[in-house]
C-alpha cells in the first residue's frame, strides 16, 4: 500500500527555522497538503496544494515540493507551534487518501 | 462557519456493530466530498473513508473495507459510518471531515470509539 514518510521528530529552539519533510512516490503527481495537531485537539490545515496558505495561519508557515519531497518549513519557530504534523495525499490512482505517519516538533 | 459534529461513540464488545454520525452545518452539505478519519490513542491519523459529494462513490482503506460502510444523507445534511465486526485495533477517535476539492479543510471535534470486552 502506499505511503508517506516523515521523521518522527524535529526539534528547534524558537527563532529557528524548522523543516519537516513527507516523501512519497506521487507526490510527483499528486499535492501534499499539512495539518498541525496539538495535543488534545482536532487537526487544523496549514498548508494546501503543495504551498498554499489558509487565511488565518501565519505567514511563518509555508510549503513546497520537488520530486518526491514535500517540505513544510516554519521561519521563525515558535513555542506554540509545538505541536504533530501530518502531511496527507492522494494515492496515485485518485481514490484513496493517505496521511503520513506525523511529526512531533519541540520547540524548546 | 463550518461545524461538523460527530455522535455515537462509546463501548462496543469485539464483534459487534455501531453506527456514527455527522451533523453538518454552516456550508451546502451536498455540494462536498466527505471523510471519516481516525486516530487510535497515541498514534497517527489514519484515513478510513471518502464519499462523494453525491454519495455516487465511496472508498475504503484497506483496513476497513469489507466492514466499515460510508453513507450521507443529503436531506439531513448528515454523514454517517457504519461499523460492523469491530475489532480492538478500531478503538480510536472518529473525526468527520470536509474535502475542498483534494484537502480536508474542516474537521469535527472527534467521537470516541472503545472496542473492549
Known amino acids: 500500500s502506499y505511503e508517506l514518510t516523515q521523521p518522527p521528530s524535529v526539534s528547534v529552539s524558537p527563532g529557528q527555522t524548522a523543516r519537516i519533510t513527507c516523501s512519497g512516490d506521487a507526490l510527483p503527481k499528486k499535492y501534499a497538503h499539512w495539518y498541525q495537531q496539538k495535543s488534545g485537539q482536532a487537526p487544523v490545515l496549514v498548508i494546501y496544494e503543495d504551498s498554499k496558505r489558509p487565511s488565518g495561519i501565519p505567514e511563518r508557515f509555508s510549503g513546497s515540493s520537488s520530486g518526491t519531497m514535500a517540505t513544510l518549513t516554519i521561519s521563525g519557530a515558535q513555542v506554540e507551534d509545538e505541536a504533530d504534523y501530518y502531511c496527507?495525499?492522494?494515492?496515485?490512482?485518485?481514490?484513496?487518501?493517505?496521511f503520513g505517519g506525523g511529526t512531533k516538533l519541540t520547540v524548546l | 462557519q463550518v461545524q461538523l459534529v460527530e455522535s455515537g461513540g462509546g463501548v462496543v464488545q469485539p464483534g459487534r456493530s455501531l453506527r456514527l454520525s455527522c451533523a453538518a452545518s454552516?456550508?451546502?452539505?451536498?455540494?462536498?466530498?466527505m471523510h471519516w478519519v481516525r486516530q487510535a490513542p497515541g498514534k497517527g491519523l489514519e484515513w478510513v473513508a471518502v464519499?462523494?459529494?453525491?454519495?455516487?462513490?465511496?472508498y475504503y482503506a484497506d483496513s476497513v473495507k469489507g466492514r466499515f460502510t460510508i453513507s450521507r444523507d443529503n436531506s439531513k445534511n448528515t454523514l454517517y459510518l457504519q461499523m460492523n465486526s469491530l475489532r480492538a485495533d478500531d478503538t480510536a477517535i472518529y473525526y468527520c471531515?470536509?474535502?475542498?476539492?483534494?484537502?480536508?479543510?474542516?474537521w469535527g471535534q472527534g467521537t470516541l470509539v472503545t472496542v473492549s470486552s
Open positions: 464519499i462523494w459529494f453525491d454519495g455516487s462513490k465511496k
Open positions: 454552516g456550508f451546502t452539505f451536498s455540494s462536498y466530498g
Open positions: 496527507y495525499s492522494t494515492v496515485s490512482s485518485g481514490d484513496h487518501r493517505v
Open positions: 471531515a470536509r474535502e475542498d476539492m483534494v484537502y480536508i479543510d474542516s
